[in-house]
């Protein structure tokens, strides 16, 4: 029998592409691939699109915080960017430090605050002056 670089048969190679391929199905069937696959990939909070190399920054929020409570329709999940899942999950610790005086927050809220709110205005009288 043949011996490659890694010490390995002949049968490597199919071996390797036949693992990758198990690994990719399992990895589709997870939560996350199907809620990429259902949902747009952008934060449900903030608006963010995340594509490209980005898109690992775009987690699933299990809504009722059950990781055993995937329903095939996504119904328990929404895409989150990182730092609204963590905004999301600290909700929790506030409440939990702060008692009766932490702010509640009403379920779905988002984020109203506008960056660019006003820009146009500005950039406007950047060109008049």
Excluded at 6 to 32: A, F, V
Excluded at 89 to 109: F, I, T, V
Aim: glycine share 8%; hydrophobic share 25%.
């Amino acid at each position: 029998m043949s011996q490659n670089k890694t010490g390995t048969g002949k049968g490597s190679r199919e071996d390797l592409m036949s693992e990758i391929k198990r690994s990719r199905e399992q990895r589709e069937k997870t939560y996350r691939e199907q809620a990429l696959k259902l949902f747009p990939w952008v934060c449900a909070r903030c608006g963010r699109e995340l594509t490209g190399k980005k898109l690992r920054e775009l987690t699933v929020h299990h809504k009722d915080h059950n990781h055993d409570n995937n329903p095939p329709d996504g119904s328990n999940w929404e895409l989150l960017c990182v730092y609204c899942h963590d905004i999301e999950h600290s909700k929790d610790a506030d409440s939990q430090w702060y008692g009766e005086n932490a702010q509640p927050r009403e379920q779905g809220s988002a984020h109203t605050y506008k960056a660019f709110a006003g820009l146009d205005a500005l950039l406007k009288g950047k060109k008049d002056g």
